[in-house]
């Protein structure tokens, strides 16, 4: 009866798991489409503010982000320079893996940038 109740627990685990690895690829392969189909639109209609603000800061090394975000194909470049990409002339677009990489990277560097902005206003406003 235990081996039949460890299973169970492993096959819902694998269930969540699979169905949490199924949203992520969607946004990815979404993404991907996206930039090849709309490379000009800026970046803030995929990304939220403080991921495209962090971004910025990060790849380009400056304290603050611009004013205006970048296009998307701008963006998923940056992101995929997180994941590996060289961006060299033959190296052609990034791909989902180099992507999905950056992705995380991002997702890192954004939740901080997010805390740190949070906790600058309550320094700021006390």
């Not at 235990?2 to 979404?30: C, D, G, H, Q």
């Not at 677009?93 to 940038?113: C, F, N, Q, S, Y």
Request: glycine fraction near 4%; aromatic fraction near 8%.
């Amino acid at each position: 009866m235990e081996l039949k109740n460890s299973f169970l627990v492993t096959a819902r685990r694998i269930e969540m798991a699979l169905a949490t690895y199924s949203i992520v690829a969607w946004r990815l392969l979404w993404l991907t489409y996206e930039v090849r189909m709309n490379p000009n639109q800026p970046c803030d209609t995929v990304l939220e503010s403080h991921e495209w603000q962090s971004l910025c800061v990060t790849i380009n090394k400056t304290p603050h982000p611009p004013q205006t975000p970048p296009s998307l194909r701008e963006a998923v470049r940056m992101i995929a320079t997180l994941g590996g990409f060289l961006g060299r002339i033959a190296d052609g677009e990034p791909g989902v893996k180099t992507i999905w990489r950056g992705m995380r990277r991002l997702h890192d560097i954004a939740a901080t940038w997010k805390l740190l902005a949070s906790n600058s206003q309550n320094f700021l406003c006390c």
